[in-house]
């Protein structure tokens, strides 16, 4: 069965500054889909990022940003120039190629302070 | 109206009372899910709905009643539950099914439920 991992349960940083996020995944599998979802106050699940494991080269969305490392089963993300927008809950999930269970991580809070 | 929507937002129930959850989504996919969002907790999937039919149940309980009578319609009956069933349930959407495709889930906003 796979598990994500994410080590960080809270994190708080300054407005405009860079942040990583971690996120470790364990699986057998060779083929498969990385996604990093936001949850803000409102409750409402936000796709921010998806990673198609046979890519070499990482996905990016504007600000957001991921650091890949297939061998070492890990999935960072990183926000450049932080905003109060970014405040949220952010979770890291995987997917099976071909299943559609997504598996989360149990989620990090993050904090952008003005 | 666009995306997942669901509804109510909030619900409080008894544990004797029966109520559903409502997902509809507006994306034209063919596969949608529920899940569970409890406090501390990583979120569990719950069922999923492929073109229609049940494909996965995860090992829920019985006072959990899914119902999918179209693609874009989704339901989740709720009858005798227990306050540890108080949580949040999102409703996704994906299209994939039978294409062997693995599709982004998209989710609606969520049903704040809290039985008394």
């Known amino acids: 069965a796979q598990t994500v991992t994410q080590s960080q349960p809270e994190m708080s940083v300054q407005e405009a500054e860079t942040v990583t996020l971690s996120c470790t995944y364990d699986t057998s599998e060779n083929n498969y889909y990385l996604f990093w979802y936001k949850q803000p106050p409102s409750r409402q699940m936000i796709l921010v990022i998806r990673q198609e494991a046979y890519k070499q080269q990482n996905a990016t969305e504007n600000r957001f940003s991921v650091n890949f490392q297939k061998a070492a089963k890990s999935f960072s993300l990183k926000i450049s120039d932080s905003q109060l927008g970014d405040t949220a809950m952010y979770f890291c999930?995987?997917?099976?190629?071909?299943?559609?269970?997504?598996?989360f991580g149990q989620g990090t809070r993050l904090t952008i302070n003005p | 109206e666009t995306g997942v929507t669901q509804t109510p937002r909030h619900l409080v129930m008894g544990m004797t009372n029966k109520k559903s959850l409502k997902c509809e989504q507006h994306?034209?996919?063919?596969?949608m899910y529920w899940y569970k969002q409890s406090a501390k907790k990583p979120l569990e999937l719950m069922f999923v709905y492929s073109l229609e039919e049940r494909v996965e149940n995860n090992s829920v309980p019985s006072r959990f009643s899914p119902e999918c009578p179209n693609s874009s319609h989704l339901f989740l009956h709720l009858h005798t539950l227990q306050p540890e069933d108080s949580a949040l349930y999102l409703c996704?959407?994906?299209?994939?099914?039978?294409?062997?495709?693995?599709?982004?889930?998209?989710f609606g906003p969520g049903t704040r439920l809290l039985v008394l």
């Open positions: 994306l034209g996919h063919n596969a």
């Open positions: 996704a959407s994906s299209q994939g099914g039978d294409s062997g495709n693995t599709e982004t889930q998209y």
């Open positions: 999930a995987f997917m099976k190629h071909g299943a559609q269970k997504l598996v």
